[in-house]
């Protein structure tokens, strides 16, 4: 530390001793969005509302109710467009994968100059969140495409034992491994601005490969916020406790019984 530094207040000393506090802000505030949109959004679990209508309202049509019903489907108000549902992505992949960065961040900041240590990071935060965000738009183009049935229970269960198969491969545990290892950077200049942002899409990738497989759910199911911390602990668990590589088996099982919770009724919304 310089003198200069020595100079500091305390908070501010705090801050840039551990440069890694302003990530954990920045995940903070996408959870306490996440926890507003859950609270003020009305659900849109459904693309649809479908209801039986009488011969009277609507002549000449028979539904699945019955003879002398109609079945009427409108979509519903609070049902997000895909820019709505990619921004609630966003929001939830800082909120859910910042947090697993820290230690690396860390390593980042500190590995620079002194002035260069919230920009080292805040250059690798913006690297790792942008192959989550290309990863969002893939899986979203991919459950719209799908239609209404994504976002079911049957395809929710189905891409959480998808996600509980992969922890129990050797491919997982090579990523997940990768996710730790950090490379040396340039300590200044352009160099070190290419290389910061270039770590975090090197970091981004690898952790995209761990834990890809376990964001697939949220993305058919962003409404589901039971769902959201649950997937959470299971990403952070496998990130920051010691040896997580050991112990897959674990989280895999956990995956497994989460999807035979949402297979078996527990509520998505």
């Known amino acids: 530390m310089t003198t200069a530094g020595l100079r500091l207040p305390a908070w501010r000393r705090l801050w840039w001793t551990h440069p890694e506090l302003s990530l954990l802000a920045a995940a ?5 969005v996440v926890l507003l949109l859950h609270t003020t959004m ?20 028979h539904g699945p109710a019955g003879p002398g019903t109609a079945v009427r489907c409108t979509t519903p108000a609070g049902a997000p467009r895909f820019p709505e549902s990619l921004g609630l992505w966003l929001v939830m ?6 947090p697993t960065t820290l230690p690396v ?25 942008a192959v989550w965000s ?31 198969s992969w922890e129990l491969t050797r491919r997982k545990r090579f990523f997940l491994r990768a996710c730790h290892r950090v490379r040396s950077l340039p300590a200044d200049g352009w ?17 995209a490969g761990a834990c890809g ?32 590589v050991d112990h897959l088996r674990i989280f895999a099982a956990v995956l497994a019984l989460v999807a035979l919770a949402v297979a078996f009724g527990a509520p998505l919304a």
């Open 93 to 98: 992949a800082a909120a859910m994968m910042l």
């Open 213 to 244: 497989p376990m964001m697939v759910p949220m993305a058919l199911a962003p409404h589901s916020l039971w769902l959201m911390v649950v997937l959470f602990g299971v990403v952070t668990a496998e990130k920051l406790v010691t040896k997580g």
């Open 105 to 129: 961040a860390r390593s980042i900041s500190l590995n620079g100059r002194w002035h260069r240590r919230h920009r080292n990071q805040a250059l690798f935060a913006a690297g790792y969140l």
């Open 28 to 32: 903070a505030l996408a959870w306490l």
């Open 42 to 61: 009305p659900s849109h679990g459904a693309a649809q509302h479908c209801s039986a209508s009488t011969v009277a309202d609507v002549p000449h049509h």
């Open 191 to 207: 160099r070190a601005d290419r290389a910061g942002t270039g770590e975090g899409v090197r970091n981004g990738l690898q952790c």
């Open 134 to 164: 290309g990863l969002g738009v893939v899986a979203l183009v991919f459950a719209w495409a799908a239609g209404p049935e994504s976002g079911g229970a049957a395809a929710v269960s189905g891409a959480l034992a998808v996600a509980a």
